[in-house]
């Protein structure tokens, strides 16, 4: 699947990120076939993260009294998403975990205490527990450098395989970090 790089904004932000190297012999999956590649946990939250989202744009043509009924079922949605983010975080121990410091629809960067080849293809785990996104992507290294003044190792990953609704998570994810941190900066100024 060929995406535009500059397609979707990043915003800095922390998370883990788990790789898996993909071999360079096997073709990349098909959308259909990473789909299947992802753990049941993993399949239920994005079904459930759909499926709320049609019922909640439902229930907001009901005007105010529907508003109660969206909090309460955002809760309780909340409550199943923060147990199923947890079991899927205790799948991905056998991969090699990394700080993940930028994330966007098009991609990742990460930290690295080794360089990463470029164009070399991972399977990619995201857990961004404070939205509450768990996504599998595919995605290959376009840019890899030493941190300055340190021996770390920025690695700049583009999703290539990728599901749509896993782009829109990461988008809205992406929107609400964006959220909270001019909130943040706003508070800051008032209270400076």
């Known amino acids: 699947m060929d995406r535009d790089n500059n397609a979707y904004f990043s915003v800095s932000h922390h998370f883990k990120c788990y790789l898996e190297a993909w071999p360079q012999q096997q073709e990349l999956p098909s959308e259909e076939q990473l ?17 709320e989202a049609r019922c909640l744009l439902q229930l ?18 909340r409550k199943v998403d ?10 991905q121990q056998d991969n090699d975990c990394y700080l993940g410091i930028k994330f966007g629809g098009s991609g990742v960067i990460i930290e690295s205490e080794q360089p990463l080849e470029i164009d070399q293809c991972f399977k990619t785990s995201l857990y961004i527990r404070d939205q509450l996104v768990a996504i599998m992507a595919m995605a290959m290294v376009t840019d890899c450098r030493q941190k300055p ?8 990953l583009s999703f290539c395989v990728i599901l749509d609704a896993d782009i829109e998570q990461l988008v809205k994810a992406s929107l609400g970090v964006q959220q909270k941190q001019l909130r943040l ?3 800051n100024r008032q209270s400076s």
Not at 35 to 51: D, R
Not at 82 to 89: A, G, S, T
């Open 35 to 51: 789909k299947q590649m992802q753990s049941m946990p993993m399949n239920l939250i994005s079904e459930t993260k759909t499926q």
């Open 60 to 77: 907001r043509n009901l005007g105010d009294e529907g508003q109660a009924i969206i909090e309460f079922l955002k809760l309780q949605s």
């Open 82 to 91: 923060l147990v199923l983010h947890h079991v899927m975080e205790q799948e």
């Open 149 to 156: 003044d340190s021996p770390l190792f920025i690695v700049e």
């Open 185 to 187: 900066r706003q508070q």
